[in-house]
């Protein structure tokens, strides 16, 4: 925010005055004016450059015309410009002419050729001929400078977005200008590829066809495609893209500039993984568990797999049964399915997280900031998982705010993270012991307290790692709300609509609209009528539950406990013991191949509704294409399960879901079908205020570790074995396969040499993994991924403990 | 594996030091490079990365905007031959030829022994002294074909004081201690520096 009033510099664009703010430059005051300046390297949300001299325009300062770069120079009192002179459509015409020289025009074949700025501009403002009849120049086309981007150095025209992107806004340099003169091309490092986790972005602003996406080349033409504007669910940041279809299969997607949220950037997860909407082994028909043979699941009819469900449902009894998932689902399928289980089953054992998030009440009953105060703060403090490998977006926004010197991030945690380049502090403490690290930092001296408690604060929160409890963030939180009682925080919460769940009541005691089960909304009891009396159990309280016997039937809405539990004990124990398995998903996980009922739900891309982010904001889904077999939605599944159990859900649509959701939860009053369906989505809505009183702990000393024990800190990776990516052909081999990390100190205390395998020993199993060196790692900690191809961490961790210890020997 | 020497290494630290930002010491520090090796090799670039906080690939995008920075190997005599008018009206490309016929390589080659890369080059500003050429940037005026071969000759033997390609200096600068201003970074600046001051004022 600048201090200066806006609308203080008064310019005369084509005749017209125009209010332009101070600083802004005369091509983006051009923009707001309604008037276009055709452009190749501006970009709005970077940097100007004027590299390409396609902006020139007559402008008078009282000097009489002159061309200038309208990107280049700053709106001034009295400045005249003239978009159309003679000047200017000569210079447009010469620069054009100029790019054209060594461009290859081989439209025909190139992926942008129907939507390229290029190609429209030379039409728009070109002279129609060129003079040049010399050879021009040649590269081998086109080379791949990562594995999901391919570089065409004939078509590039220098503008120099790529690189500024790279360098700017991702932070990862390693693509650049390389030679100069008529040589001069992007280039990689020889070997080093652009492997930015960001670089899908360079395809999608690049002027020209010289970037292209490895899996959308040749897939579709520009002018096949349709779009419609939604928002990602792959992580919860909820960034707004825009969906593009070709003969009814996702194709592309492409950012879409909202301020609030992403500013047009999309992370390569959530811009390539549709295909696995697209993916043969999409589950189409529902399943069902072979009678006679025990390992065989053989297709069914609707009709029988939801008699069996229901059926084993009833059997079991509402206290028997337990709902764990519902991330996936869109706010109105977990709506459905909350009234689902409270109203119809009568029971309370519902839960969205798979025990690695933080607890309903803590999300939603502490003050919450956006992710725009988080930029503006004056500190952002990081408490939580690496924000690059799980919210790659919300990163992103931190890198860029921090690197413009508008906040200042402070970091405390185990391991180096993707932050910790551009933050001005970060402090490595043990795992589990980040509240006391951050009880010491405010006791010292260090200015960074004085930074803390006197400046404001926005604490983005979450579980720094799957093999600590969420006690240690809970701990965090509560040091936090004591001594620096003005800070506002952001979950840190990784599964896409987590926060949408947890707001509709999946989640033990919470209620839709962030209300309890004790205090239930009066609209809300005159519509579900029943409640169930007391809170239930949460997803590791389910599976303990189960392991024991006294849970018969679990259903899993999208949920892979076996993979994604932390305890992948506990989870088999549950699945072992537990009567019935009912899994509704979009493929067959692990967890799915143990369960007796499956029913197919549709995807990303093929249902409407609404999604919300971390931040608490709704933003609409669009229906692209029509889901494949005989694939539901996940709210009817819930309503055709309720019927058959003698209910009622009393829904007939998404639309209706949203108005009983507006009229029955407290915090969602207001924000009315017309408005969800308006312009104000484009933004996503905000929704405020909770009635949830989060219970904070007071701070513990976690356990010593002894002397032969390492603490195992595990966090995820953007790249890992996660269902979506191992069924996206152009992703699944970006995962890396696990190695367990610890100091070489460490290594060689226990007479280990890096990159030979090791046993490691944890209370939970005994195995073998490649053990491997890093400095970076604290003394004393064993850092291995959470879920990647070939064995996850969730094998050695105890769920039930507060934090995990593990040994290595020699084999 | 580690591409400086240990005494370069050591040289490479003072002069990241000299500025305000490492980064800065990049150019510098493709010098003491190519001083070492005569050459930048990859392994180089990614050491200098590595030193100065950036990526490999922001080196070689500095380093290749720079002709005088070989990325190939060259010989321990880089001879420029210029062929730009006033040279060539003064027979740059007789001379030229004769170099080449003479080492036995093509412009931009160099001789199996690892003794001389011969380029043809733009001008050199020694017009009036056409034709003329550099041996590792050092002028040689008005050179005949015969004279270029005594060049050759001269070089081969050890009687000369043309130090090896990528040399800058016979005679290391060395700022002393107390001569040293210290760096401030460019947004730190807070007033003008020193020597701007004026005279009569204490500094
Ligand atoms: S590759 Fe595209 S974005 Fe990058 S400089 Fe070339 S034209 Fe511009
Ligand atoms: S950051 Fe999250 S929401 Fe944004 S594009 Fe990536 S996965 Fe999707
Ligand atoms: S848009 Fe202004 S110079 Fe490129
Ligand atoms: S033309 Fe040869 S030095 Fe100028």
Redesign the interface.
């Known amino acids: 925010m600048s201090d200066v009033p806006p609308n203080e510099v008064t310019v005369t664009i084509n005749g017209t005055e125009f209010e332009a703010r101070p600083g802004e430059m005369l091509i983006a005051a051009a923009d707001r004016a309604g008037v276009h300046i055709p452009r190749f390297c501006y970009h709005e949300r970077m940097s100007s450059v004027g590299m390409c001299r396609m902006c020139l325009v007559d402008v008078d300062t009282g000097r009489g015309p002159m061309l200038q770069p309208s990107c280049m120079v700053p709106v001034a009192e009295g400045m005249v410009v003239d978009t159309q002179s003679e000047d200017t459509k000569r210079a447009q015409e010469g620069i054009l002419e100029f790019l054209l020289v060594n461009h290859p025009l081989d439209c025909p074949v190139c992926d942008k050729g129907g939507e390229c700025p290029l190609q429209d501009q030379t039409m728009a403002y070109g002279p129609g001929e060129s003079r040049f009849v010399e050879e021009k120049r040649h590269y081998e086309k086109p080379i791949p400078v990562s594995d999901l981007v391919h570089l065409d150095r004939e078509r590039c025209i220098l503008c120099d977005r790529c690189t500024r992107f790279a360098d700017e806004i991702a932070g ?9 003169g008529n040589s001069t091309q992007i ?4 070997d ?1 590829p652009f492997s930015s986790y960001f670089s899908g972005n360079t395809v999608q602003i690049c002027p020209v066809g010289a970037l292209t996406a490895a899996p959308y080349r040749f897939k579709a033409r520009p002018w096949d495609l349709e779009q419609v504007e939604s928002t990602c669910t792959t992580c919860a940041v909820g960034c707004r893209v825009g969906v593009e279809s070709s003969r009814n299969q996702l194709v592309r997607y492409l950012g879409v500039d909202v301020e609030s949220v992403n500013h047009g950037w999309l992370c390569d997860k959530g811009r390539f993984d549709y295909e696995a909407v697209n993916s043969g082994d999409r589950l189409v028909t529902p399943l069902i568990r072979d009678n006679h043979d025990e390992n065989q699941l053989l297709g069914t009819d609707w009709g029988s797999a939801l008699a069996r469900a229901a059926e084993a449902i009833e059997q079991a009894g509402p206290q028997r049964v337990g709902i764990i998932g519902g991330s996936r689902l869109t706010n109105e399928d977990a709506y459905a399915w909350a009234k689902l289980a409270r109203s119809i089953i009568g029971t309370d054992n519902v839960d969205a997280q798979l025990g690695d998030g933080l607890p309903a009440d803590l999300v939603l009953g502490l003050p919450t900031a956006t992710i725009a105060d988080a930029c503006e703060a004056d500190t952002v403090l990081i408490v939580g998982p690496d924000l690059k490998e799980e919210l790659p977006i919300l990163h992103l926004r931190l890198r860029v705010a921090a690197t413009k010197g508008q906040t200042r991030i402070v970091e405390i945690g185990s391991i180096a993270t993707g932050t910790e380049p551009h933050a001005q502090r970060s402090i490595r403490c043990r795992s589990g012991e980040a509240a006391k690290t951050l009880v010491a930092l405010l006791e010292s001296d260090d200015p960074l307290a004085d930074q803390l408690r006197d400046g404001s604060v926005v604490a983005v929160l979450g579980r720094a790692s799957m093999a600590e409890s969420a006690t240690p963030a809970l701990e965090v939180a509560s040091v936090i709300r004591d001594r620096l009682p003005h800070a506002t925080f952001l979950p840190a919460l990784r599964r896409g609509n987590v926060r949408g769940a947890l707001d509709m009541g999946l989640a033990p005691g919470i209620l839709p609209g962030r209300t309890t089960i004790d205090d239930p909304s009066e609209p809300l009891m005159n519509l579900w009528q029943t409640l169930p009396e007391k809170a239930g159990l949460d997803t590791t309280a389910m599976l303990q539950a189960a392991a024991v016997g006294q849970l018969d039937t679990l259903i899993l809405l999208g949920a892979d406990p076996l993979r994604d539990f932390p305890d992948r004990n506990l989870a088999v124990e549950g699945f072992r013991h537990v009567k019935t398995v009912i899994a509704i998903d979009n493929f067959v996980t692990e967890s799915v191949s143990h369960a007796d009922v499956v029913m197919p739900s549709t995807a990303y891309g093929e249902q409407g509704g609404t999604t919300t982010n971390i931040e608490g904001r709704v933003s609409r889904l669009a229906q692209k294409i029509t889901p494949p077999g005989s694939t539901r939605d996940d709210w009817m599944i819930a309503a055709e399960l309720a019927w058959r159990l003698g209910g009622d859900l009393g829904i007939g649509s998404r639309e209706e879901i949203w108005c009983e959701i507006e009229q029955v939860a407290p915090s969602h009053a207001g924000v009315t079908i017309e408005r969800i369906c308006g312009p104000d989505a484009h933004e996503g809505i905000l929704i405020q205020g909770s009635s949830v009183k989060p219970t904070l702990p007071t701070p513990q000393e976690p356990p010593v570790v002894d002397g032969y024990g390492l603490r195992l800190v595990s966090g995820r990776k953007l790249w890992d074995a996660g269902t979506g990516i191992s069924h996206s052909p152009s992703l699944r081999d970006l995962a890396e396969e696990p190695t367990l990390k610890v100091h070489p100190g460490d290594l060689q205390r226990l007479g280990v040499s890096s990159g030979t395998a090791v046993r490691v020993i944890s209370t939970r199993t005994t195995e073998t993994l490649l053990a491997v060196a890093d400095d970076t790692i604290l003394r004393g900690t064993a850092v291995l991924p959470f879920n990647q191809p070939g064995g996850g961490a969730n094998r050695f961790i105890d769920a039930t403990a507060l934090v995990n210890d593990i040994r290595i020997e020699t084999l | 594996m580690k591409f400086f020497s240990e005494e370069n290494l050591e040289l490479a630290e003072i002069i990241i030091k000299r500025y305000p930002k490492p980064r800065s010491a990049m150019i510098p520090l493709l010098h003491l490079a190519q001083e070492q090796d005569g050459w930048i090799s ?1 392994d180089a ?2 050491e200098i990365a590595e030193l100065v906080g ?8 500095t380093c ?2 720079y002709e005088m920075f070989k990325r190939r190997r060259v010989g321990k005599y880089v001879i420029n031959v210029c062929t730009t008018m006033s040279c060539a009206l003064m027979g740059a490309e007789e001379l030229l030829e004769h170099a080449e016929r003479r080492l036995g390589v093509k412009a931009g080659g160099t001789t199996a022994d690892g003794m001389f890369t011969i380029e043809g080059a733009e001008c050199q500003a020694a017009c009036t002294e056409a034709p003329c050429l550099q041996v590792n940037y050092r002028h040689r005026y008005r050179v005949t074909p015969d004279q270029f071969d005594s060049i050759v000759d001269e070089l081969s033997s050890t009687d000369h004081d043309v130090p090896d390609h990528g040399v800058l200096s016979q005679v290391r600068q060395h700022i002393p201690e107390d001569r040293f201003v210290g760096t401030v970074a460019p947004e730190n600046v807070t007033s003008a520096p020193a020597w701007m001051h004026d005279q009569g004022s204490d500094q």
């Open positions: 990862d340099p390693l693509i650049q200008f390389t030679e100069r280039l990689t490092f020889p080093e | 990859d670039m990614v950036t990526t490999s690939a922001e080196v070689l995008g290749s905007f």
